[in-house]
């Protein structure tokens, strides 16, 4: 069977579209349906401390508070959440004890590289599992990408990303710089993919990631309904439907349309948002 996973990032991603206000009751009843359809990761939201905290939000400004929304049992899925480099302190990440997030993805610009890995680095040793998130992975050249590839092996992170943060991507983008990747990065570290839906082509790059030549694992982001910053991101519930269809997965689609029906529904229309200015 391929290997892959599903990172699902509604709470996180999704919260462009309503400045993360889903509500503290929606927030844990959205990470309990998602850990009943049996993802294997999701991502919470945001750790920041640039923004003040609201419990309606899912924007966080401790691990501790993070761990307040936490369903109590846990399942079989990883729990992790988003720091956009630059607003956060490392000091004041405490050291992983296996209560609260198991891991933190860091999302940050090219310029921005050098001083990221640093942060990574310090991630690492608190126990955390770690995602490299490197925004617009398209404008990397090859040279800079492999020393990104050479950063990964030495940090050593859960998993290193593509993110077509301006859904720009299309299939030979996305498999050049992927295969470029699985030649290069230890294999021991999952190669990710972020994909934006700006070109409609998320779905189908996400197959053809899938459907790779290769045996390493990957992970995939997608959001219930899509929702996501501009034209939205990958749908979970399809993709999900699609891996149970191709590739004899157990994931649990129902729990899914539960939050579109009783959460993301209410919301109302997904409007275009200004322009980009985070992580994704």
Not at 23 to 35: E, H, Q, V
Not at 248 to 272: E, H, M, R, T, W
């Amino acid at each position: 069977m391929k290997k892959i996973k599903v990172l699902d990032c509604t709470l996180r991603d999704g919260g462009y579209i309503n400045d993360w206000n889903f509500k503290y009751s929606n927030i844990t009843m959205m990470l309990n349906y998602l850990k009943e359809s049996e993802l294997d990761v999701i991502e919470c939201g945001f750790l920041s401390n640039k923004k003040t905290y609201d419990p309606e939000r899912s924007v966080f400004d401790t691990i501790d508070r993070m761990k307040g929304v936490l369903p109590e049992d846990r399942g079989d899925s990883k729990y992790v959440c988003m720091i956009n480099y630059g607003e956060y302190n490392v000091k004041d990440i405490p050291d992983y004890d296996g209560t609260s997030v198991d891991g933190i993805r860091i999302a940050f610009h090219k310029k921005d590289l050098s001083e990221a890995l640093e942060f990574f680095k310090e991630i690492s040793k608190k126990g955390y599992m770690t995602f490299i998130q490197p925004m617009i992975t398209i404008n990397y050249s090859d040279f800079e990408l492999l020393k990104l590839a050479e950063a990964a092996n030495d940090i050593k992170p859960y998993a290193l990303y593509i993110a077509d943060s301006f859904g720009v991507m299309k299939r030979n983008d996305l498999l050049r710089i992927f295969y470029l990747l699985d030649h290069n990065v230890n294999r021991n570290i999952l190669l990710g993919y972020h994909a934006h839906n700006n070109l409609q082509l998320a779905y189908s790059n996400a197959q053809a990631l899938v459907n790779a030549n290769t045996n390493r694992e990957r992970i995939i982001d997608a959001s219930v309904f899509g929702m996501g910053r501009g034209a939205g991101n990958l749908n979970t519930e399809l993709f999900v439907q699609y891996l149970n269809d191709s590739l004899d997965k157990k994931y649990n689609g129902y729990p899914l349309l539960q939050i579109i029906d009783k959460v993301l529904n209410k919301i109302g229309s997904f409007n275009a948002l200004p322009p980009f200015i985070g992580p994704v």
